[in-house]
């Protein structure tokens, strides 16, 4: 069985560890909470963040539907019109 003392120090050394973490936990979360947005939001719409700037999201032959958030085929041309005669 411990005596009073091993228990009191166990407690002593968990009580420390508890300190020493939420010490070093609460800077690591403030600076996390303060980082700036992710890049994406300064392209503009139809285009994604990456490493230099920012590119298309979809494939050559699509665009971005930005209420589906799908990339959906562009639509052929209409035909022209027909010649009067």
Do not use: H, N, W
């Amino acid at each position: 069985m411990l005596s009073k003392t091993t228990a009191r120090q166990r407690f002593s050394r968990y009580l420390g560890a508890a300190a020493l973490t939420a010490a070093v936990a609460a800077p690591v979360a403030a600076a996390l909470a303060a980082s700036p947005s992710a890049t994406t939001a300064q392209c503009p719409p139809g285009q994604t963040g990456v490493i230099y700037g920012c590119a298309p999201f979809c494939v050559e032959g699509k665009y971005l539907d930005t209420q589906t958030g799908l990339c959906m085929p562009i639509a052929p041309p209409p035909p022209p019109p027909a010649p009067r005669f």
